[in-house]
């Protein structure tokens, strides 16, 4: 099968970021084939020290994120620091970034300034909350949203509201902040001008909450409870078997009407509390609740082939240990091996999207702390500043 170029070939990119959101954000531009130089400062990105297993600043976090990138450090704060980034700033086609509101307005890297003084630039700010609010300079990090937009509140378990054991408003956050990217410059080559983007974490979060959580608060007065019973049912979990756990989602009229006849009660699907989604989203806990004892009844490898062969959405529930032996994902390739120039052999995430036979970018690993500095800053002489990133 022929190869082409990949979808962002020639998009270059200036990563001012740290931690997770905004490098998860640049990683998947990366992927999809622009070029990404990461401006660290001098100490590097906090993420690279994060379970550092062979203290050489390349932690886990720090791989996965910022994979197929280049480093630069540079201090902001020194003219020598502030002149190179106004250099990559002139070459690049986005800029992306996650300082405070305060602290990018006295660099002069706020979105508005950056496009102002690099009219072709799209600029991307993430923020902790949007402007004009009271909250709009103050810092956020993933628990503060998490908890400031609904989700620690619908984690909750008894009157203990609880986070997601993930960094989900960062990746969340990034994956929105990289969609507006693509629309961004959608637009700057339509009209020839840059666009400044400002992504606020906590409007986004609570919107993408709120999709299939507003509930009867939709409705101006209210007509009703925020929530969506199905997800919100105690009853609603990865099931134990006779020898493990599954999880199953019989949602459609069919699903529940074979179902119904597997467990012998072909009566229950015209039961006026179950004959529609309306009727079994208001008893959802009493059906759950059936299919709790009866999967109990027979191992998980019994429901996955009989389940499965009806077309029920069924599978296993994988600890975060065996995910690299699921079949699925052997079969598809996700895991991508990668050799890593100080770490050695990898097995990284592949990040998946527009990359059809392309192969994987030339160099699919995250830099060492400033790596690039040189090579790059060589780059912004007047002679090559139209060129492309080097090595």
Not at 98 to 104: F, G, I, K, Q, V
Not at 107 to 112: F, M, N, S, Y
Not at 258 to 284: K, N
Request: hydrophobic residues 40%; charged residues 25%.
């Amino acid at each position: 099968m022929d190869s082409f170029e990949p979808a962002l070939a020639g998009l270059r990119v200036v990563d001012l970021s740290s931690t997770l959101m905004g490098p998860y954000c640049t990683m998947l531009l990366a992927q999809w084939g622009a070029e990404v130089v990461k401006v660290e400062p001098p100490q590097g990105d906090p993420a690279r020290y994060i379970d550092d297993i062979h203290g050489t600043g390349m932690g886990p976090f720090f791989l996965n994120a910022n994979r197929g990138k280049r480093s630069v450090v540079l201090d902001l704060k020194s003219p020598a620091g502030a002149e190179s980034l106004s250099g990559l700033l002139d070459w690049c086609d986005v800029v992306v970034h996650a300082l405070r509101p305060d602290s990018a307005r006295d660099l002069g890297l706020d979105a508005d300034s950056i496009v102002r003084r690099h009219p072709r630039c799209v600029a991307l700010a993430f923020r902790g909350f949007g402007r004009g609010g009271p909250a709009a300079d103050e810092p956020a990090y993933d628990d503060i949203i998490q908890a400031r937009s609904g989700v620690a509140d619908l984690q909750r378990t008894g009157a203990d509201p609880a986070y997601v054991r993930s960094a989900l408003t960062d990746k969340v956050v990034g994956l929105y902040g990289t969609a507006a990217l693509l629309a961004a410059l959608r637009q700057r080559d339509r009209t020839g001008r840059g666009v400044a983007l400002d992504i606020p974490m906590l409007e986004t979060m609570t919107a993408f909450n709120l999709v299939d959580q507003q509930g009867g608060h939709v409705f101006d007065p209210p007509a009703g409870p925020p929530g969506y019973g199905r997800t919100a049912s105690k009853h609603r979990r990865p099931y134990a078997t006779k020898d493990g756990a599954v999880s199953v989602l019989i949602y459609t009229d069919r699903h529940w009407r074979v179902f119904f006849d597997l467990i012998g009660r072909p009566e229950l699907a015209e039961s006026p509390r179950y004959r529609t989604i309306r009727e079994r989203t208001q008893h959802i806990d009493e059906l759950y609740q059936l299919v709790a004892e009866k999967l109990a009844e027979r191992t998980s490898r019994e429901w996955i082939d009989l389940l499965g062969s009806h077309k029920i959405p069924i599978g296993p529930v994988n600890r975060l240990a065996e995910l690299a032996g699921d079949p699925q994902l052997v079969a598809t390739g996700f895991f991508t091996p990668v050799e890593h120039p100080s770490e050695g052999p990898l097995r990284l995430p592949r990040a998946t999207g527009p990359t059809g036979t392309n192969p994987p970018p030339q160099r699919d690993w995250a830099p060492l702390l400033g790596a690039d500095t040189e090579s790059v800053l060589a780059m912004l002489t007047p002679a090559t500043t139209n060129g492309t990133v080097d090595g």
